[in-house]
C-alpha cells in the first residue's frame, strides 16, 4: 500500500504547507486527518467558509463526569490544509482519531495540545545541543525559518528522535490503534492510489508500525454510554486563546506572528511583527523613536546571521526590540525565553509586545452553521424580557416581572455567559436585599460561551440546573459550596435543582465538624426559609429539616470546643448568631427547643476551657435569647483581662449587640475598663478590642462615642472622637514622648 505519513506540530506554517503541497502533489484517495472521527458526517458543515479561527468543542456528560474539549483550527493549522486540500483535490478527508469524549481523552480539553512533555527528555537535550532556550525557539531554528528543501525528512527524523522509546500511556495507545484501523482500511479501499496521513508527529512512529498488520475494514464509530448527553459544535475562536503565552498547550506561542509568517513568508512577518509592536506600544503613550527601530532591526539582522536563520525569526526581532525598547534590568526573564503564561513582574513594554504578537483576531462562523438550541432560547428569552440591549439594569425584586428577568441573568451568570455582571443585589447569608443591578455589555465572547454551554440543556432553566446538578455532585459534603449552590437555585428558580442538593446538605449538616461553615450553611438556609418574597422558598418542609439539623449540631460543636486564650474566630462567632436566629424566627414552627439551647450557652459561657471569644457569643446568646441577663457587670469585669477582653467582647457584640448599648450603665462600664488599663496593657488589648467594636455599625459606633464623651467632656462630640484630623503615626509619637517624661519625673521623685 502506499501510504504517505505526516507527522507534524499543530499550528505550524512549515508543516501546513507541506501538508498542502504533498496532498496537491499526490492528489491521493484518501487525506486521514488526526481529529475526532463522529464529526465525519459534518464536514461540510466545517467546510462552510467560516473565518478561522474556530474550533470543534465536545460537551460531555454523564453519571460519573463531564468533560469538555476543544480542537482549534487556523489558517495555518496542518489539519485544516489537510482538509481544503483534499477537498481541492477530490480526495476524500477523514477525521480519524476518537471522539472528545472517549474515555482515551477524559484528561485532554485540548486536542492538538502538543505531546512536548511526553518527551521532553529528547527536546531538552537538542535544545542544549543548538544551544537555544526551549522549543519554540529550537522548531523556529531547524523548520519555520529553515530552506524548505527536505522539510519532510527532516521532520521524520526529529519526531522519530524525540519519540524514541516513550512508553505512551493507555490514552495514547487506545488513540494510535484506533488511528492505525483507519490507515488499513483506507489503503485497502484506495486501489493503489495514495493515501495521506496527517497526525501529530509524536504518533506518526507508532501508526507506521501498527498499520503492518490488524483488521482493514472500516473501523466502528465508538458509542457513548446510554446515560451520557454528548453534543459537538463549531465554535469561534480567537488568537487569544491560540496564545501559548496566555496558557494555551499548542506549542505555538505569538499566533498573530505564524499568521503573517503564513501569508507573507519571514521577512516580511518580521516587519510586520515590529509594525505591531510599534503600535500597541506608541498606543500606550510608551515613546518609540525612529532612532530605536533602526538599533532594533539592526540587532534583529545581526541575531539572525550569528544564529544561521536566512531571515530573522520571531526571537532574533523580539530579541532586538527587547535590547532598543528597555533600558534597564529585567527582573522576569523574557517569555519568549520560557514557556507558559507570563510572570508577575514581567516588564509593561514586554507585557505590550507579547500582546502584539498575540494579535486581537477572533473568527466567526458562517451564517448557515447550525447552534445549539440553547443560543436561539437565549437570545429569544432576553428578547422577551427586554434584556437584549446593553447598559445599567435595575430591578425590583418584589415585582414579579422584574423577578423572572433576574432568575434568567442569574441563569447566564451560573453558565459563566459574559456580558451579563451583577454590580449589587441579594448574597448568601446577608440580610435581605429586594433590588439587584446589572451591568449589560455586548460582549464578543458571548457565542462561543453559549455554545459551549449548549451541551448543558437547551435552554437557560434546564441548562443552569445541570450545572448546579454537576457541581452538587462534586461537592463532597462541603458546606459552604453547596450552601452557595442552593442559593444559586434559588436565585435561578432552578426548583428542580434542589432536591439532590438539600439531601447532600443535610448529610453534610449531620456529619459537619467546621463549626464555622455548618454556621454559613445555616445561615443562607435559614434565610431562604424564612424570606419568601425572593426565593418562593418561605416555610420549606425540607429546609426546615436542614435548619432543625443544623441548630442541633451547631450547639453540640460549640459546646465541645477547647482552646484557651485563642484568638477571635469570626467563622464559629456567626455560626452561634446564626442559631439565635433560627431560635428567633423558627422555633415555634419548627419544635426547636429554646431551653436546651440556653442551657447549653450557659455552660460554654461558664467554661473557662472554651475560647474566650466563644464564651462571649454564649453569654450574648442568652442575653439576646432571654432579653436580660444575670449580673453582666460581674460578668464583663470577670472576663477584662488584657489578653482576652477584645475576644470576649467580639463575641458578645456579635450576639447581644442592641442589649449591650440600651442597657443602662454597660458603655460607661466598658469606658471605665478600658481607661482602667495601663499603657502595655492597652496596647496588648488593643488589636481585639478594635475587631470587637467592629460589630457596631457606623451609626451605632457614633451612639457609643457620644455617650462616652457626653462623660468626659462638655463640648466635644461623638464625631470628635471618631473622625481624629491628626496622624495616627504623631499621635503614637506624642504618646510615646509623654511615657518618657512621665518615666524621668518618677525617677526623679517629682511625681508620683
Not at 466545517?46 to 476543544?70: I, M, N
Not at 455582571?421 to 436585599?433: D, K, N
Amino acid at each position: 500500500m502506499t501510504v504517505t505519513f505526516l507527522g507534524v506540530r499543530h499550528h505550524s506554517p512549515a508543516c501546513a504547507r507541506l501538508v498542502a503541497d504533498t496532498i496537491t502533489a499526490l492528489r491521493p484517495a484518501y487525506v486521514l486527518v488526526e481529529g475526532p472521527a463522529d464529526m465525519n458526517p459534518r464536514l461540510d458543515e466545517l467546510l462552510l467558509g467560516h473565518e478561522l479561527p474556530v474550533a470543534v468543542y465536545t460537551g460531555y456528560r454523564d453519571g460519573q463526569r463531564s468533560h469538555g474539549s476543544w480542537a482549534p483550527l487556523c489558517a495555518y493549522s496542518p489539519e485544516w490544509t489537510a482538509l481544503t486540500a483534499a477537498r481541492a483535490t477530490g480526495a476524500q478527508a477523514r477525521f480519524i482519531d476518537l471522539p472528545a469524549w472517549h474515555p482515551a481523552l477524559s484528561g485532554l480539553h485540548n486536542r492538538y495540545a502538543d505531546a512536548e512533555a511526553r518527551y521532553s527528555a529528547a527536546t531538552e537535550r537538542l535544545c542544549r545541543e543548538f544551544a537555544v532556550d526551549n522549543i519554540d525557539t529550537l522548531w523556529d531554528h531547524l523548520f519555520e525559518i529553515a530552506p524548505a528543501d527536505g522539510l519532510a525528512d527532516r521532520l521524520a527524523a526529529y519526531f522519530d528522535l524525540v519519540r524514541g522509546d516513550t512508553e505512551t500511556g493507555p490514552g495514547d495507545t487506545a488513540r494510535e490503534r484506533y488511528m492505525a484501523h483507519w490507515v488499513r482500511a483506507a489503503a485497502a479501499d484506495a486501489d493503489k492510489r495514495p493515501v495521506v496521513v496527517v497526525t501529530g508527529g509524536f504518533h506518526r512512529p507508532a501508526l507506521i508500525r501498527l498499520v503492518q498488520q490488524g483488521d482493514r475494514d472500516w473501523p466502528a464509530q465508538p458509542e457513548p454510554p446510554g446515560d451520557a448527553v454528548v453534543a459537538s459544535y463549531l465554535v469561534p475562536y480567537s488568537f487569544r486563546r491560540l496564545d501559548a503565552f496566555d496558557g494555551y498547550q499548542s506549542g505555538m506561542p505569538s499566533p498573530a506572528y505564524y499568521q503573517h509568517l503564513w501569508d507573507h513568508g519571514p521577512d516580511e512577518a518580521a516587519r510586520r511583527l515590529t509594525e505591531a509592536v510599534t503600535a500597541r506600544l506608541r498606543g500606550r503613550r510608551q515613546p518609540v523613536s525612529t532612532a530605536d527601530l533602526i538599533a532594533a532591526r539592526a540587532t534583529a539582522d545581526a541575531l539572525a546571521m550569528l544564529r544561521g536563520h536566512p531571515a530573522p525569526a520571531r526571537t532574533d526581532v523580539l530579541d532586538g526590540l527587547a535590547t532598543a525598547l528597555i533600558g534597564e534590568a529585567v527582573d522576569v526573564p523574557l517569555p519568549w525565553a520560557t514557556r507558559g503564561p507570563l510572570r508577575a513582574g514581567t516588564h509593561p513594554v514586554v507585557v505590550e509586545m507579547v500582546a502584539a504578537l498575540s494579535g486581537d483576531r477572533s473568527g466567526s462562523l458562517h451564517p448557515d452553521t447550525p447552534l445549539p438550541p440553547l443560543v436561539h432560547a437565549v437570545d429569544r428569552q432576553l428578547g422577551e424580557h427586554g434584556l437584549d440591549g446593553t447598559g445599567d439594569v435595575r430591578l425590583d425584586l418584589t415585582a414579579d416581572t422584574d423577578r423572572l428577568r433576574s432568575r434568567l441573568l442569574h441563569r447566564l451568570r451560573l453558565l459563566a455567559i459574559p456580558g451579563f455582571e451583577r454590580a449589587s443585589g441579594p448574597a448568601a447569608g446577608r440580610a435581605p436585599v429586594l433590588a439587584e443591578r446589572w451591568l449589560l455589555d455586548a460582549a464578543a465572547d458571548r457565542l462561543p460561551a453559549l455554545i459551549e454551554a449548549g451541551s448543558y440543556g437547551t435552554d437557560p432553566l434546564e441548562a443552569a440546573a445541570a450545572v448546579i446538578a454537576e457541581r452538587t455532585a462534586t461537592a463532597d459534603g462541603d458546606m459552604d459550596a453547596l450552601a452557595g449552590l442552593l442559593f444559586d437555585a434559588a436565585l435561578c428558580g432552578a426548583v428542580e435543582a434542589t432536591g439532590p442538593m438539600l439531601d447532600r446538605l443535610h448529610d453534610a449538616v449531620t456529619a459537619a465538624v467546621d463549626l464555622g461553615a455548618l454556621g454559613h450553611g445555616l445561615t443562607v438556609v435559614l434565610a431562604m426559609w424564612r424570606h419568601d418574597t425572593l426565593f418562593d422558598t418561605a416555610g420549606s418542609a425540607t429546609l426546615g429539616t436542614v435548619v432543625t439539623a443544623a441548630v442541633r449540631r451547631a450547639l453540640w460543636l460549640a459546646e465541645g470546643v477547647r482552646g484557651g486564650a485563642a484568638p477571635a474566630d469570626r467563622g464559629r462567632i456567626q455560626a452561634v448568631a446564626g442559631v439565635r436566629d433560627a431560635l428567633r424566627h423558627a422555633a415555634a414552627a419548627l419544635g426547636l427547643d429554646v431551653a436546651a439551647a440556653l442551657g447549653v450557652a450557659d455552660r460554654i459561657a461558664a467554661d473557662r476551657d472554651a475560647p474566650p471569644d466563644l464564651r462571649g457569643a454564649a453569654f450574648g446568646l442568652g442575653w439576646s435569647l432571654r432579653g436580660t441577663a444575670t449580673d453582666p457587670d460581674r460578668s464583663l469585669r470577670g472576663a477584662f483581662t488584657p489578653a482576652t477582653a477584645g475576644d470576649w467582647l467580639a463575641g458578645l457584640f456579635a450576639l447581644a449587640r442592641e442589649e449591650v448599648l440600651h442597657t443602662g450603665g454597660m458603655v460607661e462600664l466598658l469606658d471605665e475598663l478600658v481607661g482602667a488599663l495601663t499603657h502595655d496593657d492597652f496596647l496588648v488589648a488593643l488589636p481585639a478590642l478594635r475587631q470587637a467594636f467592629g460589630w457596631f455599625p457606623p451609626r451605632e459606633r457614633h451612639q457609643l462615642a457620644t455617650r462616652v464623651v457626653a462623660a468626659r467632656s462638655a463640648t466635644a462630640t461623638g464625631w470628635d472622637l471618631l473622625r481624629l484630623d491628626a496622624d495616627p503615626a504623631l499621635v503614637a509619637a506624642g504618646m510615646a514622648l509623654d511615657e518618657r517624661v512621665d518615666g524621668a519625673l518618677r525617677r526623679e521623685g517629682l511625681i508620683q
